[in-house]
């Protein structure tokens, strides 16, 4: 397992490195896609309840438009309108399928693309701020990474008392903790670096706001595989799970970073 995550590592992080420097519509389609593989995932997991199958045709192309629509020129009834159209063509699809729950599995599907389509295009407007958008992807990326491997770490050798047992056995607050301490630190001397502007306080503002939305995102996607008996959302990726396992604590951490950087310009 350890062989298969350095080795799917090393081939992946020169190609998404590649890409988030190049920024624009590489960036863009390439998060589209991933969001769209990630949401096929996800109603794949929940596809395992009998009372519900994935109408695939509406959810993935709106998971990646929503995507897709922050490259365009901000405009907020364009959005309103694309959610609103998404909804008319549910309701159209689902009263043409000769399904017995055609109207939940119109919801469900519209729900899992919005849940991971929403959220993920705050990465792409991240990318594309006219000040330091690049450098904010790359410290909201560090960040988490850095939180995740601190939590794991620290987790493995110290963790005592559960988290949330509920959701998601095998998290300790002390790997928690480690986590967020290891994050904080991180983005303390990482963001006045990347980001000219920003002093070390609000590195640390970064540092909580990955160290505690981060999990949340973590624990949300496991109280999907939980409710359905999975492990991983998929084996796309060795030794990493799948898109979704990869960017489950973005969920939180695209949002309030994406706020931060707006409120810090």
Known sequence: MLQQR??????????????????????????ALFTAVAAWELLRLLQREDFFQPIWGLALPFAAILVLEAMLEADSQRLELLIGFAVLAGLLVALFLQRPRAASDMLLS????????????FLVQMRLLPDHGRE??????????????????????LGRHKLWPRISPKKTW???????????????????????????????????????????GDLSESLFKRQVGAKD?????PGHGGFFDRIDSFIFVAPLLYALALWWR
């Open 233 to 237: 959302s998929s084996r796309l990726i």
């Open 110 to 121: 519209l729900a899992a693309a919005l849940y991971l389509g929403i959220t993920m295009r």
């Open 174 to 216: 002390e790997g928690w903790f480690g986590g967020l301490l290891a994050g904080t630190l991180v983005a303390m001397w990482l963001a006045p670096y990347l980001i000219p502007n920003l002093q070390w306080w609000q590195g640390v503002g970064v540092g909580l706001a990955v160290g505690i939305g981060g999990p949340f």
């Open 136 to 157: 904010w992807v790359a410290l909201a990326a560090v960040t988490t990474w850095i939180t995740d491997t601190g939590a794991y770490f620290v987790g493995r050798s």
């Open 6 to 31: 350095v080795l799917s590592a090393v081939i992946l992080i020169p190609l998404v490195a590649v890409i988030w420097w190049l920024g624009g519509w590489v960036f863009g389609m390439f998060m």
